[in-house]
Each structure stands twice: as structure tokens, then as C-alpha cells.
């Protein structure tokens, strides 16, 4: 029933932008903390970033921390992930997930969607 669908991956040059979305259904939108993470060839899942429910409080991972925004729209019941200034190793599988802000560990996930950037 909990659904999240990412968006808007593709391929890029170095240096372009991106923006990823993720609309979620069969939740409470604004009672969950939603994340990006990504999943590179050959490497283990890692962190991107993360924001709460008011758009108070993010985080960044320090490898994309200043090239990338994460933002909520939650009448949309959306969550955005602006990549600026890409490097060729940025090139992950994407994917969002939902936490219950209450909680520790992210318990929906999306599908995923590919972005690629060429040197």
C-alpha cells in the first residue's frame, strides 16, 4: 500500500543538474522523515541526504554537501533532490525512502531511477 516512485534521472554531462522526484503514497506525508540514497556500480548504499516534515531540518552527506538541495512539498506529498556541479562520480542508482519520524530506520523504499554522468 505504501508506495514511493522516483523520477527524473537520466544522463548528464559533469557539471550539469538534475532533479530527482519522489511522490509517496498511502502515508501521512508530513509525519515522515523522507531520504535520498544512492547506490554506485560495485559500492555499498550510502547516504545522500535527508529532511523532516517541516523542511527545518536537513542533512547532507559530505560528498554532496553544497552541490545538492533536498526539499519537501508536502501538499504534493513530494520529495525533491536538486543536484547542481555533477561529477562523473555521482553516477548511483537513486532511490528515496520514508521513515517515521519517531524511528531509527528507513522502512519504504523506492524503486530507483539511474543517473549517469559522463566526464
Known amino acids: 500500500q505504501v508506495q514511493l516512485v522516483e523520477s527524473g534521472g537520466g544522463l548528464v554531462q559533469a557539471g550539469g543538474s538534475l532533479r530527482l522526484s519522489c511522490t509517496v503514497s498511502?502515508?501521512?506525508?508530513?509525519?515522515?522523515?523522507m531520504g535520498w540514497f544512492r547506490q554506485a556500480p560495485g559500492k555499498e548504499r550510502e547516504f545522500v541526504a535527508a529532511?523532516?516534515?517541516?523542511?527545518?531540518?536537513?542533512s547532507y552527506a559530505d560528498s554532496v554537501k553544497g552541490r545538492f538541495t533536498i526539499s519537501r512539498d508536502n501538499a504534493k506529498k513530494t520529495v525533491y533532490l536538486q543536484m547542481n556541479s555533477l561529477k562523473p562520480e555521482d553516477t548511483a542508482v537513486y532511490y528515496c525512502?520514508?521513515?517515521?519520524?519517531?524511528?531509527?530506520?528507513?522502512?519504504?523504499w523506492g524503486q530507483g531511477t539511474q543517473v549517469t554522468v559522463s566526464s
Open positions: 498511502g502515508l501521512t506525508f508530513s509525519n515522515y522523515v
Open positions: 525512502a520514508t521513515r517515521l519520524v519517531t524511528d531509527d530506520t528507513y522502512d519504504y
Open positions: 529532511i523532516n516534515w517541516s523542511g527545518g531540518y536537513t
